[in-house]
């Protein structure tokens, strides 16, 4: 029984069996096919939004996205409601990560008969496909996701040292071109905002190309802020691989990967004695020797 | 002999010959010739599609380019049939990465005869190019392909991590920026697909410009993402980086290359005695003393 | 007491209290809640500069726009005033990089009565913010920026080979792009200078769109200097990484972080007992086991 | 007396000072001066260059600019002839890489006479600002140009192996988006070579707009081929930046760099008895003690 999950601990036992069927992937034979079923639909879901806002497809299939987008509405609600019900603690699971996401996955289709337009908010469903890394292997990918956010967690000051940089290079070079092509007749330099925004479309080598310089003193600048810009984009990259390289090489040292950073948390537990505290790597049980799975900490 | 190659273990001596001339670059003084002939040849087929395409030239010079992609049509096949009489297996051939892209580059020419307009799919002709490889120092390249390969492989979960993530990260953003664009009469922001499509363009910094945003919250927003794509792009780079920097110090300490990931995989045999089991950065056989080249698994 | 300080050694009492609150993060209570005002209102002042550019805007709120930047003018003239009389060298604050600053900020207000335009340059201010470094953890940021100072600094021969390179480059990539493209009727490479820089913009992979190439031999070029500048920006990115990564290694090797290079420099003095000569990373002062604090060598 | 050097050893003593003032930057005192004023004539000429292509310049400075053009070309004759006169062996400097940009300087403007319009070709005047490396501290920049050679060298073949698979890629996927987008009216695809061309825009994140895709299927792909050209960047990235990683630890532990990989090779030679075979980081010479500095080998 491990102490961080979230299962029911009294109560009828469909409860317990429910839980782990929503909450868990290798517990129960129908956990699996849950999580895959769940993660269609929400794709269908997002694809029905998605379908909707294309004014010919919405015009003639109206009826049939408007039904579906109900019928997806209500499956969500009742699951919503199903791991409510399920669960231990009621509010830990609505103040999750997940268990926010999940709420707001199903809000707006009911918004949109009071606020018309509303609906397509719905699009944050998007989100709960995050639970795909559930169905797939999912220690690996964590243990990843996490590699991934520890060398971004400890890069972090350098990266708003970075950033803070960017941004008042943008704000000053972007007033600077205003200053050099406003005066000249049809610019589309038209403010300094305007100009910010060129700014940064420019020195991130984006280059829509909505607003160009007109002038040859304006195409000079412009030309330093790009070749500035395509230098520049070695910062983020050294820092990130430095820590990186930092990060892949503690864990391939220590063999003990540390706490969670990026994801909300997850716990390895034996799917034999539900017992708690295995290595992350860990792949049967100490105690019981059953197998150890990854549960995460709703 | 090595078991490994597909070369004729009996019947007529020429289909030992026609396979030493057609599949190994180092066995048979033709061969060499035989493969910068087929590369050219396989160069000028793909130049014939591709200018077959354009339509002032397809009009002026039509007759031509019709006979010559026939003429190419056909060495393809006769070439294609001499492979199939010349190996051992015929199945294991036609079956492999460079058979079935033999087969592709001829079926389009016949298929337009009752499809016009199928001829252009023979632009995956290019794809034979890849043989290349062989006529180049070959084991030399594939070393390389591999290790990048490895290097790949190896960041497999972390990249599919991040491309879920961006993936998300896109669809959401490119709803927000819909609701922002889309009141605005004349905007080009007209459905959410084409919004995220948008969201691709400008967070990977492509930033074509069909699509921009007119409102100054869509272009503070738009700023964000940009930001967001300059300095995400360091995550990709910063894994691969890491673990190619893994890969190429793995190999200089062992010195022993392991298996091929990227290729459909290649043999080191003695060009005298044709024993193998050769390491992969072997000269000379350790049998014969005779000079070790590699072939490829077709 | 610290000699490198500038405060006030002798003179009436409030001079030295007056430094404390407006140089010092740490030593007076007042301190913190004046730069976090003072950053407040240089943020507030940008927006209005940047605001009174908006043609829309500066129409209808013409008048409340001017009266703000003269509000703002005369707070920071106030501040400069007053940073003038706190400091015990006035000489040494006034060439000081943020001395000078301070005055830029508030000169283009004055100026715009004799010479109206001028007050866009007041945007200048935006450096002001800079000073956020000092109401945030300073040492750590001041760390971090010190160590991609230092990086970028043992980097600076190879930077300045590769931008040399890269100018040569686009310069003879620019001129061969006018010759193929400018005798075609309508062409948009009206000058070497113009088509200068369109090769800027393709080889640092911005692609604005203003200039784009019409014939296929243009095109062709065109697609190898976009190859080259997708390659090439390997180069100051593995430059950048290989210093950081060595920077980052000695500074975890010695623990002791070498001289700054980024910023003006600070110091780490107690604010017990104002000693200094403290480790950069020191919490507590080794005299007197006071907090140790950086403050800036204004 | 260094042998590798092409310093006349015999004839009038003029022409060993003349060798010392035009070829080395140390030995004389007017060497240094001479490579100052020559690098100024050749910006000043190239901008001539420039200018001259600008209609509305050349149109009211034309007989200013022709004359300039004509001065700068008398100049460099005389130097191109002043360095053929001063060295050893004609043969050897005007086969070397300067030789050869010397005289490509100077012909372009003699041409234009017979061929009208060739005058442009001049540019090419710009690789003689290369020898801006002679006049600054030349050790330490050919040292780093040779260390970002031996890199580049050092990952040639993964380099070669990552361009043949992106050309490949263009190519088939250029042919796919011709195959989706050519049947829509007014489509921007008319041709296989122009959907290759958009191909390489997308894929390198250069992103020009004056090609894009109409259809909803278009964009799709579009999209695929930005987030593969976003990922694959880090291909190269990571091949260079290892390889740097690795020149620049063996530099820093061998402490003798190797043979010159980058530029046509240069010497260090003793300023005082003209001794040759010293290391490159030498700075007096370890037979006389006189300074050592480094000439190119012309």
Redesign the interface.
Known sequence: MTPASNRAQNGPEWRGRLFDIIFETDLHPGARAFDVALILTILAS?LV???D???TIAESHHRLLYVLEWVFTALFTIEYAARLASVQSKRRYALSFFGIIDLLAIIPTYLSVLLPGSE??A??R??R??R??RVLKLV??L???R??GR?MAASR????????T?V?AV??LG?IM??IE?PIPGTQF?????S??WA???????????I?PAT?TG??L??LI??M???M??????????????A?QSARESGVPTQSVLMGGEKMICSGCRSAGHDDDARFCKKCGGTVISVLLE
């Open positions: 997002v939004v998605m379908l806002s294309v004014e397509y908010l699009i944050i998007v989100l496909v995050l795909v890394f690996r990918y243990g990843e996701a590699m991934l060398a000051y350098r990266i708003i040292v970075f950033l803070i960017v008042t704000v000053i007033s205003y200053l406003s038209t403010s300094i905002p305007a910010v925004y940064v479309v420019t020195l991130t080598t984006v280059g829509f190309g909505d160009t040859t195409q000079f412009a030309s790009m070749l810009g395509y230098g984009i070695a910062v983020p990259t050294g820092i990130v691989s430095v820590e990186l390289a930092h892949v």
